[in-house]
Nanobody, 122 residues
Framework: EVQLVESGGGLVQAGGSLRLSCAGSGGPFDEYAIGWFRQAPGGEREGISCINDNSGRRYYADSVKGRFTISSDNAKNTVYLQMNSLKPEDTAVYYC???????????????WGQGTQVTVSS
């Protein structure tokens, strides 16, 4: 079974950047779609990005489009989320998840990491 571990979160000022990593084990990442989700305090879990190298599909939610970039390094079984021009409203716990194909609904994803905290100060 697939196991996922997120890293790279932290505290940054508005306008700054962070790069999140999602490291996988139990199977090569080129056989899965990997999505990024986030959940702000008191909010619902929001799908923000997804990558599927087999189909070439990339997904970005409107809230992050133009600021965030998803990429993968299959040799390292790792997916990255580069986050630029961060805003205070980006503050959330960020999760990566694996599915058979990209989609915006979290029920499509069978495997989840524990999450990493991102805090953006004004």
């Amino acid at each position: 079974e697939v196991q996922l571990v997120e890293s790279g979160g932290g505290l940054v000022q508005a306008g700054g950047s962070l790069r999140l990593s999602c490291a996988g084990s139990g199977g090569p990442f080129d056989e899965y779609a990997i999505g990024w989700f986030r959940q702000a305090p008191g909010g619902e879990r929001e799908g923000i990005s997804c990558i599927n190298d087999n189909s070439g599909r990339r997904y970005y939610a409107d809230s992050v489009k133009g600021r965030f970039t998803i990429s993968s390094d299959n040799a390292k079984n790792t997916v990255y989320l580069q986050m630029n021009s961060l805003k205070p409203e980006d503050t959330a716990v960020y999760y990566c998840a694996a599915a058979s194909a990209c989609g915006s609904s979290d029920y499509l994803y069978d495997y989840w990491g524990q999450g990493t905290q991102v805090t953006v100060s004004s």
